[in-house]
């Protein structure tokens, strides 16, 4: 269990948060953010410990080509992931991360660390359903950002 507060407007955590960044290659924290979760190149892994980076790991993503996104979900679980930040999210992978207790926050920044930056300062805000991806609505069977 954590505590979570905001001081002036920046998010601080009493404990250690994973979260999970969907990146171009080669990821880390000076990458562009993926539009895609599931077909994004790299996942960027960001410990936060006491509201600050404590580390950055580079995850490849292991999605199959389903669409359904469930393996790079169920990776992401393995890893530990509290929070996985996105532009958009298909309907399944959002509700299997939910259910698993996945903080799912709407992710603005060009950048890993652009958006890391706007999580610390508690400037990103849940994902909601509005930004959930049907799919069939798109080209390719997955949005394009």
Known sequence: MYITYREKGRFLDMTTK?????????GGMNSK?????????VFTLISIQDG???????????ETGDLQCQAPVEMLLTKGVDTLIV???????????????????????????AVVDNYLAGRLEPLTEEY???GQEHPYGYCQA
Do not use: W
């Open 18 to 26: 994973l979260i999970a960044i969907p990146s171009v290659l080669p």
């Open 33 to 41: 953010r993926s539009g895609h979760f599931g077909m994004c190149d």
């Open 52 to 62: 600050q980076v404590a580390g950055v790991q580079i995850v490849e993503n292991t």
């Open 87 to 113: 532009n958009n999210l298909g309907q399944k992978p959002f509700s299997l991360l939910k259910a698993a207790g996945v903080e799912v926050l709407l992710g603005r920044g060009l950048t890993v660390k």
């Open 132 to 134: 959930v991806c049907e």
